[in-house]
């Protein structure tokens, strides 16, 4: 095992027709929207490229029993940093069950626990812009918040992400939450 590298990640990536109000937010204000899409990290930092095939199958095993569901993003919230830095984020609901999804990856990838790590434990939350202060964050969020409409989607999958050192982010692999159960046609009789 060569560890663990912020060249990849587990991620949930809201479906591509979802982005567009969260892409116009974050071309503003988010530092990053060109190294990542819209996502909620699940594993971050994450193992190499090259081990992906080799742990895919147990990660399968833990999505598998998972049914899926939905996903809102409705609620803007932010982080204050040491530094008095501020990150805005989408507060994923139910979070709960984010939670869960994330404890069965991490648990077949014990190794990969920095988001758990912090005091509050692992925050889902898919981030939009950063600011250098509270007072600028607070405005933003107050402005936004005012007019956002809630966005839902149906949590099918998570995804293993990764990307070359100067590249932006990409899906390289996708991983079913309980596969073709909620797909499988009804018996007609």
């Known amino acids: 095992m060569a560890g663990k590298t912020h060249h990849t990640a587990v991620a949930i990536v809201p479906p591509e027709e979802a982005w567009e109000p969260i892409q116009a937010i974050r071309r503003q204000h988010d530092r990053q929207i060109h190294r990542w899409m819209p996502h909620i990290n699940l594993l971050y930092p994450f193992r190499p490229q090259?081990?992906?095939?080799?742990?895919?199958?147990?990660?399968?095993?833990?999505?598998v029993v998972i049914e899926p569901f939905v996903i809102t993003l409705g609620e803007f919230r932010f982080f204050q940093h040491g530094s008095g830095r501020c990150t805005l984020w989408l507060a994923p609901k139910p979070a709960e069950a984010l939670q869960r999804l994330q404890t069965a990856l991490q648990a077949?990838?014990?190794?990969?626990?920095?988001?758990?790590?912090?005091?509050?434990g692992f925050t889902p939350h898919l981030s939009v812009g950063q600011f250098p202060a509270r007072r600028d964050c607070e405005?933003?969020?107050?402005?936004l918040q005012a007019t956002w409409q809630p966005i839902s989607f149906l949590l099918s999958?998570?995804?293993?992400?990764?990307?070359?050192?100067?590249?932006p982010f990409?899906?390289?692999q996708r991983i079913p939450l309980a596969e073709g159960v909620k797909l499988s046609p009804s018996p007609r009789g």
């Open 139 to 143: 405005q933003v969020r107050e402005q």
């Open 108 to 120: 077949v990838c014990p190794d990969c626990d920095d988001l758990s790590r912090f005091p509050a």
């Open 170 to 172: 990409r899906i390289v």
């Open 50 to 63: 090259e081990e992906f095939e080799a742990i895919t199958p147990t990660l399968v095993a833990a999505c």
């Open 157 to 167: 999958e998570a995804a293993l992400l990764g990307r070359e050192p100067d590249g």
